[in-house]
């Protein structure tokens, strides 16, 4: 996704009112207390389903993984364009690669099932959740386990 929105797309990574800035975790209180200095995205885990038996009798084992991304626009036209590139940047190629931190090289990849976005609605907003979107992914991976199949 870094790569989509910045290199690709040529969004700047920056911290003023044209800039994107990604972030480990949801906003804090602080940060969202005053209007928006730069657009965000904060990435959050939703949910995996405890992964189910691929093959009876095979350590071969699925899982479903949810992932949420928040993005919060300066405005509505930014919050809704980088919800639209988040979530056409993750279904473009319907799998997302893995890869070592340390060393750069691919080590696997994920199936994407499904990419949805959707603005969050709040009857009485706060500032910054007026240009709020949620981009929703759900990802299924294949894998053995190492307690096998039984």
């Not at 994107?20 to 939703?46: H, T, W």
């Not at 639209?84 to 691919?106: F, K």
């Amino acid at each position: 996704m870094r790569n989509q929105l910045f290199t690709v797309r040529g969004y700047p990574n920056s911290q003023n009112r044209g800039g994107v800035v990604i972030l480990d975790a949801f906003p804090d209180d602080e940060r969202m207390s005053k209007p928006l200095d730069a657009n965000y995205i904060s990435i959050g885990y939703q949910s995996d389903d405890g992964g189910k038996l691929a093959e009876l009798g095979s350590p071969a084992r699925v899982r479903d993984f949810i992932f949420d991304f928040y993005v919060f626009g300066v405005s509505r036209v930014w919050g809704k364009n980088l919800a639209s590139v988040i979530r056409y940047s993750l279904e473009s190629d319907m799998a997302i690669n893995l890869y070592d931190p340390t060393s750069g090289e691919m080590l696997d990849y994920v199936d994407v099932e499904n990419v949805s976005a959707q603005q969050l609605l709040v009857n009485d907003p706060r500032p910054w959740q007026d240009n709020c979107w949620v981009c929703r992914l759900r990802v299924h991976d294949n894998y053995y386990s190492s307690a096998g199949g039984n």
